[in-house]
């Protein structure tokens, strides 16, 4: 293991967020003057490796972009940054998937996704990066695709023994889901990473609380995960597993801007899961990567360092 780099491929969704800064956003049938203009690539794809990338590892992206120049702009972007871009496909006819946010002066804001060519990754295009997902030592997977890429992807992670980890967003295609609608491979994954509500969605709890927390880990080990990480933003996080369940605190930070802080999460710790097999240790590396994420404005240049993770780390443990 001495001097290999670890590998991790990341399976998520790509989109350019344009960000509009106006002094209020405009209600039905009225438009104002924005103040300010910002075009960055984002989604759960690219934020997610360039995390990875961050901390080390050699990353992967499987995901969809559009015939368009956002698609031009987001691979530029991820080439900066290290990732490896050979199977991020491109939908021609298809537009790359965009986030329109418009902010105002308060700082509060409100916002439209268009899923663009992600909902066109297809089963397929994750058959054609099956050698990749074989080498991989992590396979991390987001949710908000179509369903049976998904699916097709834990099935080829599964076949090859890289380990998976997946968060359970909601498909595209399915915006609202009772459990009964996922399909058996989600409970076959290494590790799942739902926040509390999704968690709760998912095993049909009405109360999403830090109090049941444990209680919906359980369930879903029961399911048949291996490990479920329920992420509770500042309230930390809950690891159940079939030996025990431990809360993993958050790190204090000033909080500046918490869009990356679960992107941050999910990449820090398929790098960390990459390199060692020890589930709370990676949580509370991922945990400093999250909060440090939330000490600045933007999602990719929002990012930390792999040598930033550690010294919160560190100051945390003489403190």
Avoid: W
Wanted: overall charge negative; glycine content about 8%; charged content about 20%.
């Amino acid at each position: 293991m001495l001097g290999r780099i670890p590998k991790v491929v990341v399976i998520g969704g790509t989109y350019v967020d344009m960000a509009i800064r106006c002094r209020q956003v405009p209600p039905p049938g009225r438009s104002v003057i924005g103040s300010a203009l910002s075009y960055t690539t984002t989604g759960p794809g690219p934020n997610q490796a360039v995390e990875a990338a961050l901390c080390g590892c050699d990353v992967y992206l499987v995901s969809k972009v559009g015939g368009d120049p956002f698609a031009r702009m987001a691979m530029e972007n991820l080439a900066e940054f290290k990732v490896n871009i050979d199977f991020v496909y491109t939908a021609e006819a298809k537009n790359t998937g965009v986030v329109v946010t418009l902010v105002n002066s308060e700082g509060e804001n409100a916002g439209c996704i268009y899923t663009g060519a992600n909902s066109a990754l297809r089963p397929q295009d994750i058959d054609a990066a099956e050698q990749i997902i074989s080498d991989a030592d992590v396979c991390l997977v987001h949710g908000r695709l179509p369903h049976e890429a998904i699916v097709t992807a834990i099935r080829c992670a599964t076949l090859h023994n890289t380990k998976i980890i997946l968060n359970p967003a909601r498909p595209i295609e399915k915006p609202r889901r009772t459990s009964g609608d996922l399909p058996i491979e989600y409970f076959s994954v290494n590790i799942l990473i739902p926040n509390l509500y999704e968690a709760a969605d998912i095993t049909d709890q009405s109360d999403a609380s830090i109090r049941t927390a444990k209680l919906i880990g359980s369930d879903l080990v029961a399911r048949g995960v291996n490990c479920a990480v329920i992420t509770m933003g500042k309230r930390g996080c809950m690891v159940v597993d079939r030996n025990s369940a431990d809360h993993i605190p958050a790190f204090e930070v000033e909080l500046v801007d918490q869009t990356g802080r679960g992107d941050a999460f999910a990449g820090a710790l398929a790098a960390y899961c990459a390199v060692k097999d020890d589930v709370r240790e990676a949580v509370k590396f991922a945990s400093a990567a999250g909060a440090l994420a939330c000490t600045k404005f933007g999602s990719i240049e929002a990012l930390p360092t792999k040598a930033e993770i550690i010294e919160l780390l560190q100051k945390e443990e003489t403190e």
